[in-house]
């Protein structure tokens, strides 16, 4: 039959934006939350549900965004002539930057992942090689009863880093008609994420892995995109 839930969120979010000389912009954004729930029971029999941190916990979410209208063609510094070739080509450029730094979210364990007492499942050297240390968790004897949980609060999936960068200039047509271009670089320093977390199976022998092939890339290689928008 059907069993309901509940969740519960706290958070303190924060922005900074200061705006520069020169068409520059820049605006710094945090959010600190914590995000709980009880969806699940621990053993099929139980009548309470489970409460633990939720698999959509963030604690720290930063986003750091950046704007710059470039200082060239018409009414700029550089450039500035009324040629109209020159400023077609050079002028009214703006760039675009955002910074993403958010925190790992906790990482899902099988049911049947049991923690081993004694032994930190945080190897003292910590790195996608070895996330978790290996021994840390056992497979759960069958038809034994769950005593522990599927999420723990301080074993997260890797964070991520992220940039992104974009340019678009708007040329105008008309006096009610403009022309758009833009263009998009997603994870413009091609740097490959793994917050989807390691290998959580205890059998395994890539228990606690991220490298080596024990799990693919989270996030997409860098690409490209190009668009044209027209405004009337």
Excluded: C
């Amino acid at each position: 039959g059907y069993v309901g839930g509940t969740s519960q969120y706290f958070g303190l979010q924060s922005s900074l934006q200061k705006r520069f000389s020169g068409g520059a912009t820049f605006t710094l954004s945090h959010t600190w939350a914590k995000l709980m729930d009880r969806v699940n029971f621990q053993n099929p029999q139980d009548t309470e549900l489970e409460k633990q941190v939720a698999d959509g916990d963030v604690t720290h979410n930063i986003g750091i965004n950046g704007s710059y209208e470039l200082p060239f063609g018409r009414g700029h510094k550089l450039l500035s002539s009324d040629n109209a070739v020159s400023n077609a080509i050079f002028g009214g450029w703006v760039v675009n930057g955002l910074v993403r730094l958010q925190s790992g979210m906790p990482t899902n364990f099988p049911a049947n992942a049991e923690p081993v007492g004694g032994v930190d499942p945080i190897p003292s050297n910590q790195n996608i090689d070895q996330w978790y240390t290996p021994g840390s968790f056992r497979g759960l004897a069958a038809l034994t009863l769950r005593r522990f949980s599927l999420r723990y609060g301080h074993l997260r999936n890797p964070p991520i880093r992220n940039f992104d960068l974009s340019a678009f200039k708007t040329f105008s047509i008309t006096e009610q008609v403009n022309l758009q271009f833009r263009a998009e670089l997603i994870n413009a320093m091609n740097t490959p994420q793994w917050f989807n977390g390691p290998v959580t199976n205890p059998a395994s022998g890539n228990f606690g892995k991220i490298a080596g092939g024990a799990t693919s890339q989270s996030n997409l290689p860098r690409f490209v995109q190009l668009a044209l928008k027209l405004t009337f």
